[in-house]
């Protein structure tokens, strides 16, 4: 190795080292930066959630706060005693909220993962996170949600702690040159507290979106099925307790119960639960399927989609030869089938043509000669018939005149 060569290799060392050092000062000032508040420099986050994955507190998720309304019904309320558990008192202020709302607060909160900090958010993303569209009306009903989450205020009491806040502490759009319409996103820190102690349930997001349109029971379900149930184990809850606490309690039994059976269908149809039983005694028990189980087939129907898109191209190719194949097998046929059938045809009518010709002549040959007998037979008829008429003495006259004048 060449004193040109060895300086040149120890130049390019000196500057990836340069280089490396650079870059971790670099990360270290942006650690520093992420670690620290404006206002107090300690940074509150939200539990870490996967992408395919949203988080809510269980006093929110088993209480009837985003409770199952009727379309359109949104009374305001003041300071109302909200339905849930024994060891929790929610008071709400507000308009009305429903199971859509729960789902956007939930975005929102996936969107603001650091809490007290403004975080802008693109408001076609925002929808289409939703699995909405991106029209006039879904902008419309976006923004009437976020409204109703940033005016309400929520009172949570519990032994532990007691909180005054509202869902959404800020929100607004704003638009400049250079960016579309975007939405500014605040949530105040104190809702952390909901979430202390793992007090809180994950909801897997595709089955969220998954539940049909207008099954607020089956979305309220779902919430409550994450929040209580275990993997392995039977649960049961009485039917009257689930009414109550979704928001339902002046709805009648007999009227609940079909409601709720549907709800739990659509659960079990989205792979939440299984072996549901409605007992005589009005106890719901089910058991709740495993993430991982589910995880499982959610990998086994994507591998299953390619698969299956693999095998449709190759069976539209394979089939599309096949009907090549088979198109040209029927022309062939088809042709022969055609000149066969032409000249069976042809042979067929001539030979019928020539028989029935043939025939015709005869027939029209022996009738006139029918014809002609038969005239001759009338013919001679008439001449025996004019001799049977004639005087029977004519003859003998005529020859004594005949000797009369040959023979005097």
């Not at 205020?153 to 502490?169: D, M, R, S």
């Not at 996103?185 to 998954?210: G, H, Q």
Request: proline fraction near 2%; hydrophobic fraction near 35%.
């Amino acid at each position: 190795m060449t004193d040109s060569t060895i300086y040149k290799k120890n130049t390019i060392m000196k500057k990836m080292d340069e280089i490396t050092k650079k870059a971790m000062e670099r990360s270290k000032e942006k650690e520093i930066k992420n670690d620290k508040d404006n206002s107090n420099g300690i940074i509150i986050k939200l539990p870490y959630s996967k992408e395919s994955e949203r988080t809510i507190p269980n006093i929110i998720a088993r209480s009837a706060l985003f409770g199952v309304i009727k379309r359109g019904a949104r009374p305001y309320k003041d300071k109302e005693l909200i339905a849930s558990r024994e060891d929790v008192k929610i008071y709400y202020t507000g308009k009305t909220l429903d199971q859509a709302d729960c789902t956007v607060w939930m975005q929102a909160l996936h969107f603001v993962s650091v809490l007290g900090e403004d975080i802008s958010v693109n408001r076609s993303g925002f929808l289409k996170a939703l699995g909405k569209t991106t029209g006039k009306k879904d902008y419309i009903w976006l923004d009437a949600s976020l409204h109703r989450l940033m005016t309400s205020v929520i009172t949570v009491q519990t032994k532990k702690y007691n909180l005054e806040f509202h869902l959404i502490e800020v929100w607004g759009k704003f638009k400049d040159e250079n960016n579309p319409v975007e939405y500014l996103l605040k949530i105040s820190p104190k809702v952390i507290k909901m979430w202390s102690n793992s007090e809180y349930t994950r909801v897997e997001w595709d089955k969220r979106l998954a539940i049909k349109k207008g099954s607020d029971l089956a979305n309220w379900m779902q919430l409550y099925v994450r929040s209580n149930a275990s993997n392995s184990k039977l649960h049961s809850v009485g039917l009257e307790k689930i009414k109550t606490w979704c928001g339902l309690s002046n709805m009648r039994l007999r009227q609940f119960r079909p409601t709720m059976l549907k709800a739990l269908n659509e659960l079990v149809r989205i792979g939440e639960i299984k072996d549901v039983i409605l007992t005589k005694g009005d106890v719901i028990k089910f058991f709740r399927i495993s993430d991982q189980i589910t995880n499982i087939k959610i990998g086994l129907h994507r591998d299953s989609n390619a698969l299956e898109h693999r095998d449709s191209n190759a069976l539209e190719h394979r089939d599309s030869n096949a009907q090549h194949r088979d198109s040209n097998a029927l022309e062939h046929r088809d042709s022969n089938a055609l000149e066969h059938r032409d000249s069976n045809a042809l042979e067929h009518r001539d030979s019928n043509a020539l028989e029935h010709r043939d025939s015709n002549a005869l027939e029209h040959r022996d009738s006139n000669a029918q014809h002609r007998d038969s005239n001759a037979q009338n013919r001679d008829s008439n001449a025996k018939h004019r001799d049977s008429n004639a005087p029977p003495s004519r003859n003998k006259l005529n020859i004594k005149s005949f000797f009369k004048v040959f023979f005097p």
